[in-house]
Protein backbone atom coordinates (compact mmCIF):
# COMPACT_ATOMS: atom_id res chain seq x y z
CA UNK A 1 0.00 0.00 0.00
CA UNK A 2 2.82 2.54 0.40
CA UNK A 3 4.50 1.44 -2.84
CA UNK A 4 0.90 1.99 -4.18
CA UNK A 5 1.14 5.36 -2.51
CA UNK A 6 4.21 6.39 -4.45
CA UNK A 7 6.76 5.47 -1.48
CA UNK A 8 10.11 3.16 -1.86
CA UNK A 9 9.81 0.61 0.32
CA UNK A 10 12.79 -1.15 1.68
CA UNK A 11 12.00 -4.09 4.23
CA UNK A 12 14.30 -5.16 7.40
CA UNK A 13 13.11 -7.89 10.13
CA UNK A 14 15.21 -6.02 12.56
CA UNK A 15 16.26 -2.76 13.62
CA UNK A 16 19.84 -3.64 13.32
CA UNK A 17 19.20 -4.41 9.52
CA UNK A 18 17.74 -1.13 9.13
CA UNK A 19 20.42 0.54 10.46
CA UNK A 20 22.60 -1.03 7.58
CA UNK A 21 19.54 -0.10 5.07
CA UNK A 22 19.65 3.39 5.61
CA UNK A 23 21.50 5.65 3.59
CA UNK A 24 23.35 8.84 5.45
CA UNK A 25 22.25 11.30 3.11
CA UNK A 26 18.85 10.63 2.43
CA UNK A 27 15.59 12.08 3.94
CA UNK A 28 14.15 8.60 5.13
CA UNK A 29 11.62 7.49 7.58
CA UNK A 30 11.57 4.05 9.25
CA UNK A 31 8.28 2.37 9.92
CA UNK A 32 8.68 -0.14 12.50
CA UNK A 33 6.24 -2.43 15.14
CA UNK A 34 7.58 -1.97 18.97
CA UNK A 35 6.20 -5.18 21.04
CA UNK A 36 6.89 -4.24 24.61
CA UNK A 37 9.69 -7.23 25.72
CA UNK A 38 11.57 -5.23 22.93
CA UNK A 39 10.78 -1.57 23.92
CA UNK A 40 14.23 -0.78 25.16
CA UNK A 41 16.19 -2.46 23.05
CA UNK A 42 14.13 -0.91 19.72
CA UNK A 43 14.33 2.48 21.28
CA UNK A 44 17.67 2.37 21.88
CA UNK A 45 19.15 1.43 18.57
CA UNK A 46 16.97 3.95 16.38
CA UNK A 47 18.66 6.66 18.69
CA UNK A 48 21.73 5.05 17.73
CA UNK A 49 20.55 5.53 14.65
CA UNK A 50 19.64 8.77 14.27
CA UNK A 51 22.78 10.05 16.82
CA UNK A 52 24.54 8.72 14.56
CA UNK A 53 27.39 10.98 12.33
CA UNK A 54 29.12 9.88 8.91
CA UNK A 55 31.25 12.14 6.50
CA UNK A 56 29.13 12.65 4.37
CA UNK A 57 26.50 14.27 7.02
CA UNK A 58 23.75 13.37 9.58
CA UNK A 59 21.20 10.73 9.18
CA UNK A 60 18.26 12.96 8.63
CA UNK A 61 15.58 10.05 9.66
CA UNK A 62 12.42 10.28 11.09
CA UNK A 63 10.22 7.41 12.88
CA UNK A 64 7.08 6.07 13.45
CA UNK A 65 6.44 3.61 15.74
CA UNK A 66 2.93 1.49 16.18
CA UNK A 67 2.38 -0.90 19.42
CA UNK A 68 -0.05 -2.01 21.31
CA UNK A 69 1.37 -0.69 24.39
CA UNK A 70 1.24 3.25 23.45
CA UNK A 71 1.06 4.20 27.02
CA UNK A 72 4.15 2.03 28.08
CA UNK A 73 6.08 3.34 24.80
CA UNK A 74 4.79 7.56 25.74
CA UNK A 75 6.55 6.97 29.32
CA UNK A 76 9.45 5.41 27.97
CA UNK A 77 13.11 6.81 28.66
CA UNK A 78 13.63 7.20 24.97
CA UNK A 79 10.74 8.06 23.97
CA UNK A 80 11.97 11.08 22.23
CA UNK A 81 13.90 8.60 19.65
CA UNK A 82 10.51 8.17 18.53
CA UNK A 83 8.82 11.28 15.53
CA UNK A 84 5.03 9.46 15.93
CA UNK A 85 3.75 6.58 17.74
CA UNK A 86 0.08 5.57 16.64
CA UNK A 87 -2.13 2.39 18.18
CA UNK A 88 -2.99 -0.42 16.45
CA UNK A 89 -5.13 -0.96 14.61
CA UNK A 90 -3.82 1.96 12.65
CA UNK A 91 -6.00 2.66 9.59
CA UNK A 92 -4.18 3.91 6.25
CA UNK A 93 -5.31 6.98 5.93
CA UNK A 94 -3.53 7.95 9.54
CA UNK A 95 -0.24 6.51 8.68
CA UNK A 96 0.05 8.30 5.23
CA UNK A 97 -1.22 11.20 6.94
CA UNK A 98 1.48 10.83 9.45
CA UNK A 99 3.77 10.19 6.61
CA UNK A 100 3.22 13.30 4.79
CA UNK A 101 3.41 15.14 7.85
CA UNK A 102 7.06 14.21 8.71
CA UNK A 103 8.16 14.09 4.88
CA UNK A 104 7.60 17.62 5.05
CA UNK A 105 9.66 17.89 8.62
CA UNK A 106 12.59 16.06 6.52
CA UNK A 107 12.51 18.19 3.49
CA UNK A 108 12.50 21.40 5.73
CA UNK A 109 15.54 19.97 7.93
CA UNK A 110 17.27 19.29 4.74
CA UNK A 111 16.76 22.70 3.22
CA UNK A 112 18.53 24.05 6.10
CA UNK A 113 21.20 21.79 6.19
CA UNK A 114 22.12 21.49 2.48
CA UNK A 115 22.43 23.50 -0.50
CA UNK A 116 18.92 23.79 -2.59
CA UNK A 117 18.91 25.70 -5.87
CA UNK A 118 15.18 27.15 -4.50
CA UNK A 119 13.76 30.36 -6.06
CA UNK A 120 11.99 32.55 -3.12
CA UNK A 121 9.71 35.25 -4.05
CA UNK A 122 8.32 37.84 -1.34
CA UNK A 123 5.79 39.40 -1.71
CA UNK A 124 2.94 41.57 0.81
CA UNK A 125 -0.82 40.97 1.64
CA UNK A 126 -2.73 44.10 2.34
CA UNK A 127 -5.26 42.54 4.46
CA UNK A 128 -6.41 38.90 4.99
CA UNK A 129 -7.33 37.45 1.86
CA UNK A 130 -7.21 33.89 -0.56
CA UNK A 131 -3.88 34.42 -2.49
CA UNK A 132 -3.42 33.26 -6.02
CA UNK A 133 -0.01 32.73 -7.63
CA UNK A 134 0.50 32.47 -11.83
CA UNK A 135 4.11 31.85 -12.43
CA UNK A 136 5.55 31.73 -15.86
CA UNK A 137 7.97 28.41 -16.36
CA UNK A 138 9.10 25.79 -18.73
CA UNK A 139 10.46 22.89 -18.05
CA UNK A 140 14.05 22.28 -20.31
CA UNK A 141 14.18 19.02 -21.55
CA UNK A 142 10.79 17.60 -20.90
CA UNK A 143 8.24 16.43 -23.20
CA UNK A 144 5.04 14.94 -22.13
CA UNK A 145 4.94 11.92 -25.03
CA UNK A 146 8.02 10.74 -24.10
CA UNK A 147 9.11 8.38 -21.34
CA UNK A 148 11.48 9.85 -18.92
CA UNK A 149 11.22 13.37 -19.62
CA UNK A 150 7.65 13.58 -19.23
CA UNK A 151 7.53 17.04 -17.09
CA UNK A 152 9.35 18.52 -13.79
CA UNK A 153 7.37 18.59 -10.67
CA UNK A 154 7.46 21.68 -8.75
CA UNK A 155 7.24 21.88 -5.04
CA UNK A 156 5.83 25.68 -3.77
CA UNK A 157 5.65 26.76 -0.17
CA UNK A 158 4.28 29.36 1.15
CA UNK A 159 5.98 30.57 4.90
CA UNK A 160 5.49 27.42 7.22
CA UNK A 161 2.70 26.24 4.92
CA UNK A 162 2.29 22.95 3.68
CA UNK A 163 3.85 22.33 0.36
CA UNK A 164 1.66 21.97 -2.97
CA UNK A 165 2.64 20.70 -6.43
CA UNK A 166 2.63 21.77 -9.85
CA UNK A 167 3.46 19.80 -12.70
CA UNK A 168 5.01 21.23 -15.82
CA UNK A 169 3.22 19.68 -18.26
CA UNK A 170 3.80 22.37 -21.08
CA UNK A 171 7.48 20.70 -21.61
CA UNK A 172 10.22 23.41 -22.83
CA UNK A 173 7.33 25.88 -23.64
CA UNK A 174 7.35 29.12 -21.53
CA UNK A 175 3.36 28.65 -19.60
CA UNK A 176 1.51 30.22 -16.85
CA UNK A 177 0.61 28.46 -14.37
CA UNK A 178 -1.47 28.88 -11.14
CA UNK A 179 -2.02 27.77 -7.69
CA UNK A 180 -3.79 29.26 -4.88
CA UNK A 181 -1.98 29.40 -1.53
CA UNK A 182 -4.87 29.83 0.72
CA UNK A 183 -5.90 32.35 3.19
CA UNK A 184 -2.88 34.49 4.42
CA UNK A 185 -2.59 36.90 6.84
CA UNK A 186 -2.24 40.69 6.08
CA UNK A 187 1.77 41.15 6.17
CA UNK A 188 4.99 39.98 4.88
CA UNK A 189 5.67 36.38 3.23
CA UNK A 190 7.36 34.25 1.06
CA UNK A 191 7.05 31.56 -1.39
CA UNK A 192 9.96 29.29 -2.19
CA UNK A 193 9.78 27.14 -5.72
CA UNK A 194 11.74 24.53 -6.74
CA UNK A 195 12.26 21.37 -8.54
CA UNK A 196 10.79 18.29 -6.75
CA UNK A 197 14.23 16.06 -7.32
CA UNK A 198 11.97 12.40 -6.27
CA UNK A 199 8.78 12.66 -8.58
CA UNK A 200 10.28 15.23 -11.48
CA UNK A 201 11.57 13.06 -14.76
CA UNK A 202 14.95 12.42 -14.63
CA UNK A 203 15.94 14.92 -17.57
CA UNK A 204 13.29 17.41 -16.89
CA UNK A 205 14.64 20.77 -15.49
CA UNK A 206 12.45 23.66 -14.01
CA UNK A 207 12.83 27.74 -14.62
CA UNK A 208 10.79 29.97 -13.47
CA UNK A 209 10.42 33.11 -15.46
CA UNK A 210 8.03 35.63 -13.35
CA UNK A 211 5.87 35.14 -10.24
CA UNK A 212 2.29 37.71 -9.82
CA UNK A 213 0.29 37.50 -6.69
CA UNK A 214 -3.31 38.22 -6.83
CA UNK A 215 -5.28 39.12 -3.42
CA UNK A 216 -9.20 37.63 -3.22
CA UNK A 217 -10.69 39.48 -0.48
CA UNK A 218 -14.53 38.13 1.16
CA UNK A 219 -15.88 41.50 -0.47
CA UNK A 220 -14.80 40.50 -4.19
CA UNK A 221 -17.55 38.81 -5.94
CA UNK A 222 -15.19 36.00 -7.23
CA UNK A 223 -14.16 35.33 -3.11
CA UNK A 224 -16.86 32.73 -2.55
CA UNK A 225 -15.73 30.08 -6.04
CA UNK A 226 -12.61 30.75 -4.79
CA UNK A 227 -12.35 30.24 -0.92
CA UNK A 228 -14.34 27.05 -1.54
CA UNK A 229 -11.91 25.04 -4.18
CA UNK A 230 -10.94 21.78 -3.41
CA UNK A 231 -7.40 20.38 -2.68
CA UNK A 232 -7.01 18.04 -4.71
CA UNK A 233 -4.08 15.07 -3.99
CA UNK A 234 -2.70 13.05 -6.50
CA UNK A 235 -4.62 9.73 -7.37
CA UNK A 236 -1.76 7.36 -5.20
CA UNK A 237 -1.43 4.97 -8.54
CA UNK A 238 -0.48 8.12 -9.85
CA UNK A 239 2.66 9.22 -8.57
CA UNK A 240 5.52 8.95 -10.65
CA UNK A 241 3.67 7.63 -13.49
CA UNK A 242 2.87 10.97 -15.39
CA UNK A 243 -0.75 9.97 -15.95
CA UNK A 244 -4.11 10.92 -15.69
CA UNK A 245 -3.23 14.79 -13.61
CA UNK A 246 -5.28 17.46 -13.13
CA UNK A 247 -5.15 20.12 -15.89
CA UNK A 248 -7.75 22.34 -15.45
CA UNK A 249 -10.59 23.07 -12.91
CA UNK A 250 -13.93 25.00 -13.12
CA UNK A 251 -16.65 26.84 -10.97
CA UNK A 252 -20.53 27.08 -12.11
CA UNK A 253 -22.56 29.58 -9.93
CA UNK A 254 -25.49 26.84 -10.15
CA UNK A 255 -29.43 27.52 -8.46
CA UNK A 256 -31.07 24.76 -6.82
CA UNK A 257 -34.50 25.30 -5.00
CA UNK A 258 -33.79 28.67 -5.05
CA UNK A 259 -30.24 28.48 -3.01
CA UNK A 260 -27.05 29.41 -4.51
CA UNK A 261 -25.07 26.23 -4.96
CA UNK A 262 -21.37 26.12 -6.36
CA UNK A 263 -20.39 23.03 -8.49
CA UNK A 264 -16.64 22.04 -9.32
CA UNK A 265 -15.23 20.46 -12.34
CA UNK A 266 -11.98 18.66 -12.51
CA UNK A 267 -10.47 18.44 -16.23
CA UNK A 268 -7.64 15.53 -15.93
CA UNK A 269 -5.24 14.64 -18.88
CA UNK A 270 -7.26 10.99 -19.16
CA UNK A 271 -8.48 8.25 -17.32
CA UNK A 272 -7.06 4.32 -16.66
CA UNK A 273 -10.70 3.50 -16.23
CA UNK A 274 -13.87 3.47 -16.68
CA UNK A 275 -15.06 4.46 -20.15
CA UNK A 276 -12.95 3.29 -23.50
CA UNK A 277 -10.75 5.60 -25.50
CA UNK A 278 -12.69 5.17 -28.57
CA UNK A 279 -15.93 5.54 -26.18
CA UNK A 280 -14.68 8.63 -25.14
CA UNK A 281 -14.26 9.85 -28.77
CA UNK A 282 -16.88 8.70 -30.00
CA UNK A 283 -19.67 9.94 -26.86
CA UNK A 284 -17.62 12.96 -25.56
CA UNK A 285 -15.20 14.50 -28.29
CA UNK A 286 -12.30 14.07 -25.73
CA UNK A 287 -9.98 11.63 -24.31
CA UNK A 288 -9.57 13.77 -21.41
CA UNK A 289 -11.82 12.74 -18.10
CA UNK A 290 -14.12 15.90 -17.00
CA UNK A 291 -15.80 15.24 -13.96
CA UNK A 292 -17.52 17.30 -11.24
CA UNK A 293 -15.58 16.41 -7.78
CA UNK A 294 -17.40 18.44 -5.07
CA UNK A 295 -20.58 20.35 -5.17
CA UNK A 296 -21.46 22.78 -1.89
CA UNK A 297 -24.56 24.90 -1.34
CA UNK A 298 -24.75 28.23 0.55
CA UNK A 299 -27.08 30.30 2.78
CA UNK A 300 -27.68 34.21 2.29
CA UNK A 301 -24.54 34.70 4.35
CA UNK A 302 -22.06 32.51 1.99
CA UNK A 303 -21.47 29.59 4.34
CA UNK A 304 -21.75 26.14 3.05
CA UNK A 305 -25.12 24.62 4.55
CA UNK A 306 -24.22 21.34 2.93
CA UNK A 307 -21.67 19.69 0.46
CA UNK A 308 -21.44 16.60 -1.88
CA UNK A 309 -18.66 14.67 -3.56
CA UNK A 310 -18.81 12.51 -6.65
CA UNK A 311 -17.55 9.32 -5.20
CA UNK A 312 -17.04 5.87 -6.48
CA UNK A 313 -19.37 4.45 -8.79
CA UNK A 314 -20.38 8.34 -9.93
CA UNK A 315 -22.38 8.17 -6.40
CA UNK A 316 -23.04 11.56 -5.02
CA UNK A 317 -22.46 11.37 -0.96
CA UNK A 318 -22.14 13.75 1.70
CA UNK A 319 -18.83 15.62 2.22
CA UNK A 320 -17.27 14.72 5.88
CA UNK A 321 -13.79 15.14 5.31
CA UNK A 322 -11.71 18.18 6.25
CA UNK A 323 -11.13 21.44 5.17
CA UNK A 324 -8.29 23.76 5.18
CA UNK A 325 -10.26 26.70 6.16
CA UNK A 326 -13.07 26.42 3.52
CA UNK A 327 -11.25 24.33 1.07
CA UNK A 328 -12.05 20.99 0.89
CA UNK A 329 -9.66 18.09 1.08
CA UNK A 330 -9.83 15.22 -1.57
CA UNK A 331 -8.16 12.40 -3.52
CA UNK A 332 -9.01 10.78 -6.92
CA UNK A 333 -9.88 7.16 -5.66
CA UNK A 334 -10.63 5.37 -8.93
CA UNK A 335 -9.46 4.95 -12.16
CA UNK A 336 -11.96 6.74 -13.36
CA UNK A 337 -11.06 9.96 -10.68
CA UNK A 338 -14.32 9.76 -8.71
CA UNK A 339 -12.89 11.03 -5.72
CA UNK A 340 -12.93 10.23 -1.59
CA UNK A 341 -13.03 12.53 1.35
CA UNK A 342 -10.26 10.77 2.91
CA UNK A 343 -6.12 9.93 2.50
CA UNK A 344 -3.58 11.61 0.90
CA UNK A 345 -0.60 11.13 -1.52
CA UNK A 346 2.70 12.29 -1.83
CA UNK A 347 1.33 15.39 -5.02
CA UNK A 348 -0.85 17.90 -3.84
CA UNK A 349 -2.39 20.19 -6.22
CA UNK A 350 -4.21 23.56 -5.31
CA UNK A 351 -5.70 24.44 -8.75
CA UNK A 352 -7.80 27.81 -8.85
CA UNK A 353 -11.00 27.61 -10.66
CA UNK A 354 -11.97 29.62 -13.34
CA UNK A 355 -15.70 30.56 -13.43
CA UNK A 356 -17.81 29.15 -16.00
CA UNK A 357 -21.27 29.95 -17.53
CA UNK A 358 -21.97 26.82 -19.80
CA UNK A 359 -25.85 27.57 -20.48
CA UNK A 360 -24.68 27.79 -24.32
CA UNK A 361 -21.84 25.73 -24.60
CA UNK A 362 -21.14 22.30 -23.39
CA UNK A 363 -18.11 20.94 -20.73
CA UNK A 364 -15.22 21.01 -23.52
CA UNK A 365 -15.48 24.44 -23.98
CA UNK A 366 -12.84 24.92 -21.14
CA UNK A 367 -10.79 23.07 -22.86
CA UNK A 368 -11.08 25.57 -26.19
CA UNK A 369 -10.25 28.47 -23.92
CA UNK A 370 -7.12 25.98 -22.90
CA UNK A 371 -6.14 24.72 -26.10
CA UNK A 372 -2.94 22.94 -24.50
CA UNK A 373 -5.10 20.18 -22.72
CA UNK A 374 -5.84 18.88 -26.52
CA UNK A 375 -1.91 18.77 -26.50
CA UNK A 376 -1.39 17.65 -23.46
CA UNK A 377 -3.91 14.98 -23.99
CA UNK A 378 -2.52 13.77 -27.21
CA UNK A 379 0.55 13.40 -25.82
CA UNK A 380 -0.34 10.98 -23.15
CA UNK A 381 -2.03 9.01 -25.67
CA UNK A 382 0.95 8.77 -27.56
CA UNK A 383 3.06 7.81 -24.46
CA UNK A 384 0.86 5.37 -23.50
CA UNK A 385 0.52 3.77 -26.67
CA UNK A 386 -2.97 4.16 -27.18
CA UNK A 387 -2.71 5.46 -30.85
CA UNK A 388 -3.54 3.46 -33.74
CA UNK A 389 -3.53 4.49 -37.97
CA UNK A 390 -6.36 5.89 -39.45
CA UNK A 391 -9.04 3.97 -40.38
CA UNK A 392 -8.02 0.97 -38.44
CA UNK A 393 -9.51 -1.06 -35.11
CA UNK A 394 -7.23 -2.01 -32.85
CA UNK A 395 -8.67 -2.42 -29.29
CA UNK A 396 -9.87 0.43 -28.17
CA UNK A 397 -7.02 2.46 -29.59
CA UNK A 398 -8.16 5.82 -30.93
CA UNK A 399 -6.89 7.50 -33.92
CA UNK A 400 -4.13 10.91 -33.50
CA UNK A 401 -6.42 13.36 -32.18
CA UNK A 402 -6.10 15.97 -35.09
CA UNK A 403 -7.75 13.38 -37.07
CA UNK A 404 -10.77 14.09 -35.97
CA UNK A 405 -14.01 16.40 -36.42
CA UNK A 406 -15.22 17.78 -33.34
CA UNK A 407 -18.83 18.69 -32.79
CA UNK A 408 -20.61 20.57 -30.30
CA UNK A 409 -24.41 20.25 -30.72
CA UNK A 410 -27.73 20.66 -28.36
CA UNK A 411 -29.80 17.83 -28.28
CA UNK A 412 -32.59 15.94 -26.84
CA UNK A 413 -33.69 12.61 -26.92
CA UNK A 414 -36.23 11.07 -26.86
CA UNK A 415 -36.42 7.21 -26.40
CA UNK A 416 -33.31 7.96 -28.47
CA UNK A 417 -29.71 8.15 -29.22
CA UNK A 418 -27.63 10.37 -31.99
CA UNK A 419 -24.80 10.17 -34.09
CA UNK A 420 -23.33 12.31 -36.41
CA UNK A 421 -21.95 11.25 -40.10
CA UNK A 422 -19.82 13.24 -42.06
CA UNK A 423 -18.90 12.72 -46.09
CA UNK A 424 -16.69 14.25 -48.16
CA UNK A 425 -16.37 15.99 -51.56
CA UNK A 426 -16.09 13.24 -54.44
CA UNK A 427 -16.04 10.68 -51.68
CA UNK A 428 -19.03 7.99 -51.47
CA UNK A 429 -18.09 6.52 -48.02
CA UNK A 430 -19.83 8.12 -44.98
CA UNK A 431 -17.93 8.35 -41.96
CA UNK A 432 -19.51 7.64 -38.31
CA UNK A 433 -19.20 9.24 -35.24
CA UNK A 434 -20.27 5.89 -33.31
CA UNK A 435 -18.15 3.48 -35.27
CA UNK A 436 -21.50 1.53 -36.69
CA UNK A 437 -22.02 1.25 -32.37
CA UNK A 438 -25.49 2.12 -30.98
CA UNK A 439 -24.15 2.47 -27.85
CA UNK A 440 -21.42 4.91 -29.13
CA UNK A 441 -24.34 7.16 -30.29
CA UNK A 442 -25.21 10.19 -27.89
CA UNK A 443 -28.59 9.35 -25.72
CA UNK A 444 -28.24 12.26 -23.12
CA UNK A 445 -29.47 15.47 -23.41
CA UNK A 446 -28.18 19.24 -23.21
CA UNK A 447 -25.31 20.38 -24.77
CA UNK A 448 -22.71 17.60 -26.22
CA UNK A 449 -19.77 16.72 -27.80
CA UNK A 450 -18.66 13.81 -30.49
CA UNK A 451 -15.90 13.74 -33.13
CA UNK A 452 -16.09 11.87 -36.75
CA UNK A 453 -12.91 10.94 -37.35
CA UNK A 454 -11.56 11.66 -41.04
CA UNK A 455 -8.52 11.14 -43.27
CA UNK A 456 -5.48 12.68 -42.33
CA UNK A 457 -5.27 16.31 -43.72
CA UNK A 458 -8.66 16.86 -44.43
CA UNK A 459 -9.76 20.15 -44.44
CA UNK A 460 -12.64 22.20 -44.58
CA UNK A 461 -13.22 22.79 -47.80
CA UNK A 462 -13.59 19.19 -48.49
CA UNK A 463 -16.87 18.68 -46.51
CA UNK A 464 -19.74 18.23 -48.67
CA UNK A 465 -22.72 16.80 -46.25
CA UNK A 466 -23.51 16.51 -42.63
CA UNK A 467 -25.94 13.63 -41.48
CA UNK A 468 -27.88 13.04 -38.20
CA UNK A 469 -29.19 9.83 -37.75
CA UNK A 470 -31.54 9.10 -35.41
CA UNK A 471 -30.90 5.51 -33.37
CA UNK A 472 -33.76 2.91 -30.72
CA UNK A 473 -31.43 4.17 -27.37
CA UNK A 474 -32.02 2.53 -23.62
CA UNK A 475 -31.39 -1.04 -25.16
CA UNK A 476 -30.80 -2.27 -21.46
CA UNK A 477 -33.88 -1.59 -20.54
CA UNK A 478 -36.01 -5.22 -19.64
CA UNK A 479 -38.56 -3.94 -22.93
CA UNK A 480 -36.73 -1.77 -25.04
CA UNK A 481 -38.51 0.82 -27.07
CA UNK A 482 -39.34 0.23 -30.36
CA UNK A 483 -39.09 4.16 -31.25
CA UNK A 484 -38.52 7.68 -30.49
CA UNK A 485 -37.01 10.84 -31.56
CA UNK A 486 -34.01 13.04 -31.54
CA UNK A 487 -33.91 16.47 -31.91
CA UNK A 488 -31.39 18.86 -32.81
CA UNK A 489 -31.85 21.96 -31.23
CA UNK A 490 -28.25 23.36 -32.07
CA UNK A 491 -25.07 22.78 -33.69
CA UNK A 492 -22.87 25.45 -32.21
CA UNK A 493 -19.26 24.88 -33.93
CA UNK A 494 -18.16 22.35 -35.67
CA UNK A 495 -13.83 22.54 -35.89
CA UNK A 496 -10.55 20.81 -36.11
CA UNK A 497 -7.46 21.08 -34.57
CA UNK A 498 -4.33 22.58 -36.01
CA UNK A 499 -0.56 21.69 -35.73
CA UNK A 500 -0.42 22.79 -32.46
CA UNK A 501 -3.74 21.14 -31.38
CA UNK A 502 -5.59 24.28 -31.14
CA UNK A 503 -9.04 24.43 -32.22
CA UNK A 504 -9.40 26.19 -35.41
CA UNK A 505 -12.34 28.39 -36.57
CA UNK A 506 -15.88 26.86 -36.80
CA UNK A 507 -16.58 25.26 -40.39
CA UNK A 508 -20.36 25.17 -39.63
CA UNK A 509 -23.38 25.69 -38.21
CA UNK A 510 -27.25 24.81 -37.71
CA UNK A 511 -29.24 27.35 -36.23
CA UNK A 512 -33.05 26.08 -37.03
CA UNK A 513 -33.88 23.06 -35.03
CA UNK A 514 -34.92 19.30 -36.66
CA UNK A 515 -36.64 16.40 -35.07
CA UNK A 516 -35.59 13.04 -35.94
CA UNK A 517 -37.45 9.83 -35.87
CA UNK A 518 -35.73 6.83 -34.86
CA UNK A 519 -34.21 4.96 -38.33
CA UNK A 520 -34.01 7.88 -39.96
CA UNK A 521 -31.36 10.23 -41.39
CA UNK A 522 -31.43 13.98 -41.94
CA UNK A 523 -28.65 15.62 -44.66
CA UNK A 524 -27.31 18.96 -44.70
CA UNK A 525 -24.82 20.45 -47.24
CA UNK A 526 -21.55 21.69 -45.82
CA UNK A 527 -19.78 23.21 -48.68
CA UNK A 528 -17.28 25.77 -46.97
CA UNK A 529 -15.81 28.57 -48.11
CA UNK A 530 -13.02 30.66 -46.36
Request: proline residues 6%; glycine residues 6%; charged residues 25%.
Amino acid sequence: MLEQAGHQVLTAETSGRAVKLLHPTDSEIVFMDLCLPELADGLGRIRRLKDRVRPEGRMRVKVIAISDWTEDLLQAPEKDSVDCVLSKPVRMEMLLRSIARLALTVLLCLASALPVAAEKFRFTVKRRAEVVAKLEMSSPGSNWAETGREAALATLAVDHHAPQHIMLYAGDQTYTYAAFLGELAAGEHELRVERDAHYSARESGLRVLQTTFTEVTPDDPDWGALAHAPILYARANTVGRFDDIPLLSYCERLQEDGHPLLQYTVIFSNEDGGTSTRALMARWGRVTDVEYVYRAWLDTNGDVTRATIQAEDHKEVAFRGEREGFHPILIPSTDNNMVADRGTSPIRYQIPPYLMDLSAHSREQIMDEHPLSYRVMAQELKRENKLRPFGTVDGEKTSEPRNYLYIEARVGNRDSAVAVLMRLRGDDRWFSSHLGRNDYAISRDGWVRTTVELPPGTKAEKMDEIGFECLVGQEDKPEPPLAGTCRVTQVSKMFFLDEEYRPGPSVWNLTIPVEIPTGQLRRFRTRWRQ
